[in-house]
Structures are given as C-alpha cells and as structure tokens.
T-cell receptor
Framework: AQKITQTQPGMFVQEKEAVTLDCTYD???????LFWYKQPSSGEMIFLIY??????QNATEGRYSLNFQKARKSANLVISASQLGDSAMYFC??????????????FGKGTKLSVIP | SAVISQKPSRDICQRGTSLTIQCQVD?????MFWYRQQPGQSLTLIAT?????????ESGFVIDKFPISRPNLTFSTLTVSNMSPEDSSIYLC???????????FGPGTRLTVT
C-alpha cells in the first residue's frame, strides 16, 4: 500500500520569496512516480511536476523544483519567487510505474499556500 | 499534454435524481479515471474507465451508484445515481497518456445535492 503525508495544512509566504511544501511517502514499490498538483479555488487540478524513483536528478519546471531524497522518502516541492497567483491548495501524489501494479494515484491531504503581498 | 473538458462544470440537483457527467479528451489516451473530492478533502479514485468493457471500481464504490461508460478512447461518462447530500463533491476526470510521467485532470464538475 502507498501512503502520502503532507504535514503542513497551511503555509504563508511573502511575495517574491521561496517556499518549500513538505511531502513524505511510504511504499513497497520499487518503481514509483511522484507528482505535485496545484488546485486553485476554481477546483481544477493543475499538473506541476513529476519525479521518477530512478531519476538521479531532481526535477525542475520553471519556478517549481522537486527536492527528492529517496533514502528519507521525501519529495518536497520548492516554489521560487512566489507570486500572488500561487495561492492555492497543493497536493502531493504517487503511483506505481512498474506496469504491474495499480494505476491509482494516491494523494496526500494537501497544503493550502497563501502568498502575502 | 492532453486537453480535457468536462460537462457540466457545475450543477445543483435534488436528492433522488441522477446526473451524468461527460469527459472529452482531445487525443486518444490509454487510461481514463474518475475521482471524487468531497468538501475539504483530498481526491479519491472512484473507478478506472475501460474502453469497451466494464469499469474497474475501487473499494467503497459500486456500479449501481456510479455507472461509467467509455465507448471510445477519447470519451467517458460518469453517472451519479439516486443522489443524496453526501454526494456533493467535485468529480474529476483524469487521463494518463503514453508516458508514465503524465497524468492530467479535467476542470472538474462541482455537484451540490439539496
């Protein structure tokens, strides 16, 4: 079974500052993928970034980077130069990618990020 | 990436009625899924929509309550049957494209049952 833990229900960050959203996971799968999604108040789920368990480099997508520490089973999202439009819920998720397991994405409970002007 | 549309975007329904939600993708995708997000909660997978065969339901979800169709590789419907206020949620269609690193969500259908 897979489990995602996001321990920060809410976070505040000053505009233009960087912020780290925590995510730890537990799985017995050898091959897995880690995802981060942003959910604004409109309700849509916006894909931000992906990290594969065998990827040696940390993933980056524009202002988003994923701090992947496999031994600690953590996959923290770093947002640089925060903008007011970054205010939203952020969900960490994972999935088995071996092809033999379930295709289900397992989600954490989310972190609500508020960017202060 | 895939462009996903859902209809309706929101609806208010009376208890005991049914609502069918449509999900359309702009390209053929290998897998389609339906998720539910209850107010203030995270996402839970309802079922995997299989093309040409019955959907695969997760524990706690049954076909009689959430019938799903997937007639082709770009379209699926989810029906929420005999609704009660507990069914008030956001329902999201999700698709997985060829790459393992890609899974996208539609804009969601915000359902309120009164």
């Amino acid at each position: 079974a897979q489990k995602i833990t996001q321990t920060q229900p809410g976070m505040f960050v000053q505009e233009k500052e960087a912020v780290t959203l925590d995510c730890t996971y537990d799985t017995s799968d050898q091959s897995y993928g880690l995802f981060w999604y942003k959910q604004p108040s409109s309700g849509e789920m916006i894909f931000l970034i992906y990290q594969g368990s065998y990827d040696e480099q940390n993933a980056t997508e524009g202002r988003y980077s994923l701090n992947f520490q496999k031994a600690r089973k953590s996959a923290n999202l770093v947002i640089s130069a925060s903008q007011l439009g970054d205010s939203a819920m952020y969900f960490c998720a994972m999935r088995d990618i071996s092809g033999a397991g379930s295709y289900q994405l397992t989600f954490g409970k989310g972190t609500k990020l508020s960017v202060i002007p | 990436s895939a462009v996903i549309s859902q209809k309706p975007s929101r609806d208010i329904c009376q208890r005991g009625t049914s609502l069918t939600i449509q999900c359309q993708v702009d390209s053929q995708v290998t897998m389609m899924f339906w998720y539910r997000q209850q107010p203030g909660q995270s996402l839970t997978l309802i079922a995997t929509a299989n093309q040409g065969s019955e959907a695969t339901y997760e524990s706690g979800f049954v076909i009689d309550k959430f019938p799903i169709s997937r007639p082709n590789l770009t379209f699926s419907t989810l029906t929420v049957s005999n609704m009660s206020p507990e069914d008030s949620s956001i329902y999201l269609c999700s698709v997985r494209t060829q790459g393992v690193s890609e899974q996208y969500f539609g804009p969601g259908t915000r359902l309120t049952v009164t």
